[in-house]
């Protein structure tokens, strides 16, 4: 099946510092989605990615669905505290239905040191 | 909160035990799904419904099954549970008009001894 790469794993960062993390996949998505989890709670979604090359931000947040629609890029400027949390990219395949069938990947665990 | 809950929240049985995980939502939404969440691989789809008595299986549906009898009650079954059936189970939903954006649960966490 279809399969997404993440990375890095994990990151450990000073308040203030920009983050940025990546998905890459060997087939291609037609959507590129980003989620983020707290502990103890499920996947939220932060950004949706819908066509190649688009660059959407939401806050702090600024995401990119790459022109090969193989990869994606989050980035996260001046981390505060409350962005720790594990951040999954998720994405649908081309040709795929309409339903919610995402791919995701195995997550990037943040830590932010105050 | 996308009015979503689980339950239990967190459940210990032994291996060959028939489990049930109930998800109910109040947001009238015809798509959900079960996910299962595991150290290094992310969250991984088990089955899904697009409307009443309508599901379809996910990458990793083996040992499991699944049943929707109304709009706001989907049930993930375990049949005989195995020790590889330890993981966090997330319930999502979503909206046809805006079907990829999935809500989540907040998850059941199963311990199979």
């Known amino acids: 099946g279809q399969q997404l790469n993440q990375s890095p794993q994990s990151m450990f960062i000073q308040e203030g510092e920009d983050v940025s993390m990546n998905c890459t996949s060997s087939s291609i998505f037609n959507t590129w989605l980003w989620y983020k989890q707290d502990p103890g709670e499920g996947p939220v979604l932060l950004i949706a990615?819908?066509?190649?090359?688009e660059l959407t931000s939401n806050g702090r947040l600024t995401a990119q669905f790459g022109i090969t629609r193989k990869d994606s890029f989050l980035n996260i400027s001046a981390s505060i505290p409350s962005d720790v949390g594990i951040y999954f990219c998720a994405g649908r395949g081309a040709g795929g239905t309409s339903y919610g069938k995402l791919t995701f990947g195995q997550g990037t665990i943040l830590t932010v040191h105050p | 909160d996308a009015g979503i809950t689980q339950s239990p929240r967190h459940k210990v049985t032994e291996t060959g035990t028939p489990v049930t995980l109930r998800c109910h939502q109040t947001?009238?939404?015809?798509?959900m799904y079960w996910y299962r969440q595991d150290p290094g691989h992310g969250l991984r789809l088990i089955h899904y419904s697009y409307g009443v008595k309508d599901t379809d299986k996910g990458e990793v549906s083996d040992g499991y099954s699944v049943s929707r009898s109304k709009t706001e009650d989907f049930l993930l079954t375990l049949e005989s549970a195995t020790s590889s059936q330890t993981s966090v189970y997330f319930c999502?939903?979503?909206?046809?008009?805006?079907?990829?954006?999935?809500?989540f649960g907040n998850g059941t966490r199963l311990t199979v001894t």
């Open positions: 947001e009238n939404h015809r798509y």
């Open positions: 999502a939903i979503s909206a046809p008009r805006d079907p990829l954006s999935l809500h």
């Open positions: 990615l819908y066509k190649a090359g």
